[in-house]
């Protein structure tokens, strides 16, 4: 019995992993929590422009940047880059010479988990996966030495 148990706890730890580290995306960052209003304008030969986050974008990366949407009609503007020191998004596919407001929905790391936290949180995926993966084989260790001491006796 100790052998089935161990075995159901190791698929059990397959099906799991991918649940936690869901979980922990959703913990460490909240999707569409901050929107920029920004009025940009662009010069006779510009199509881009810089705006200057409220918050951190999560994980820096402008593929966190959930949409981007501008005043002007002629405007395709998309995330290019990130500077993480100054929180500086710039944004490109703007018309030459005109002035706009942009709506900016980003992701941004989450102000709900304490500090210390996000560490943690950063780990559990492995800590639960390697726990499962633990009790399941001592488990089957088990099972099996009492297999074979009931054989001795």
Do not use: C
């Amino acid at each position: 019995m100790a052998v089935v148990m161990g075995i159901i706890a190791i698929a059990i730890a397959f099906v799991v992993f991918p649940i936690v580290l869901d979980a922990t995306g959703d913990l460490l960052a909240h999707t569409g929590d901050a929107l920029e209003t920004a009025q940009v304008t662009t010069g006779a030969a510009e199509e881009t422009a810089d705006v200057v986050l409220t918050y951190e974008l999560y994980e820096g990366d402008v593929l966190n940047v959930r949409s981007i949407t501008s005043t002007e009609p002629t405007d395709v503007p998309v995330a290019n880059t990130y500077t993480e020191a100054t929180r500086t998004l710039n944004i490109t596919g703007l018309a030459v010479d005109l002035t706009r407001t942009l709506n900016i929905t980003y992701e941004t790391v989450s102000t709900n988990v304490y500090t210390g936290l996000g560490s943690i949180v950063k780990v559990a995926p492995l800590i639960v996966f390697v726990g499962l993966l633990a009790g399941g084989g001592f488990a089957m260790f088990k099972g099996v030495t009492g297999i074979r001491k009931r054989e001795t006796d």
